[in-house]
């Protein structure tokens, strides 16, 4: 038997005005999901326990078996562990967007939340402003003055690390506060000062770089401020193995699921050309997922483009993003799943929602889809919002599913 997780991040939405009052995942054309739907089963499981905020780090968690409220100490350390940072006791990190904010006037307090991805910026541009803010003698001095390090990523997602100090303090993450002045979500608590410092310093010098000078010409955001936020120490996680007896590879271009997965054990191949974005490589994903499933019985797919295009407001882009999905990865995915001549079982779900409206994560209990090769169900649902709640059979705990996938 094989085994495939596939996780479609933020497809999950509220009835959408210009969607004619339906969701994404009602508008979508996803023939190969909804087929699987049909003779699958589709119902709603509760990812985020209540008491947790809601987003890819704790719903993640829970999918994977982690109970968020015993092993969570904040998002970074996660993503840390998926950079390759090896966090040492005492050690705080921070995951540090490159965001794009306003530019009127001197004065950063002043300025407004424009993308927490930095206008979308792609993962060469990212890195080359990353590194030349870094290397900039006053703003290297400021990082020495402090003790704090970076881990520059292919993205607009960075990890900052404190040699010591405290995750008592209170950070906002940028995708909650878009289109709104920042001056009230700006650091609070311990070492607030010192990250407002370096936040600070590090627009006064992005704005002027040569690659915002260009993408402002071209018509785009510029990526002119670190945001930190998501703050915490380091985290351990239970062998995956040893838990569900089940060994593979998750494959994805987040460091935050990267780092789950690192933790509990399981690999993490890189994919070229994979981008979290809607431009992602598919076929490149599909293709390490199947690879990983000659020779082990476990295998994660995780898209991020449909919660980017939940950030960003736009419903047809989600629709497009659920589309690509189904054609590029589920088509592919179920013939590689044929050729190889197993029995096999699919659970498909979103993390959390990432509603158009409110362009943020949402905590509400998400849409799954479990199918199994060997049992048809011929319940006839489509993969939606509205089959799962219709089905009136909510899993509570996000950390059942992965017992309810292996059949155990």
Sequence with gaps: MKYVLVIGDGMADFPVKELGDRTPLDVARKPTID?????????????????????????????????????????????????????????????????????????????????????????????RLMNDLIATPAFAAILEKYGMSFTVNPSYRHIAVLETGSDRVETTPPHDILTQPIAEHLPKGEGADMLYEIMAASWAVLKKHPINEARRQAGKMPANSLWFWGQGSAVQLN??????????????????????????????????????????????????????????????????????????????????AIELLDSEVFVPLLEGLEALGERYRILFLSDHYTPIVTRTHDGTP???????????????????????????????????LMPLLFGL
């Design 366 to 400: 998400v849409p799954y889809l479990l199918y199994d090769s060997g049992v048809k169900t011929g319940r006839g649902l489509p993969y939606c919002e509205k089959s799962a709640a219709a089905m009136n059979d909510r899993m509570e705990e996000g950390t059942d």
């Design 35 to 127: 087929r699987l739907a049909a003779d699958g089963i589709v119902a709603e499981v509760k990812t985020v326990p209540d008491g947790v905020p809601a987003g890819s780090d704790t719903a993640i968690l829970s999918i994977f078996g982690y109970d968020p409220r015993r092993v969570y100490t904040g998002r970074s350390p996660l993503e840390a562990a998926g950079s390759g940072v090896k966090m040492k006791a005492g050690n705080i990190s921070f995951r540090c967007n490159l965001a794009a904010i306003t530019e009127e006037g001197e004065d950063y307090r002043a300025q407004t939340m424009l993308s927490h991805s930095g206008g979308a910026i792609d993962g060469q541009e990212a890195m």
């Design 239 to 320: 062998s995956f193995q040893e838990k569900y007896g089940r060994y593979g590879d998750a494959i994805t271009a987040v460091p935050l699921v990267a780092g789950i997965a690192e933790l509990a054990g399981l690999k993490h191949t890189p994919v070229a050309g994979a981008t979290g974005e809607i431009d992602t490589n598919y076929a490149g994903k599909v293709h390490t997922a199947l690879a990983a499933l000659q020779h082990d019985d476990f295998a994660a797919i995780h898209v991020e483009a449909p919660d980017e295009c939940g950030h960003a407001g736009n419903a047809q882009e989600k629709v497009r």
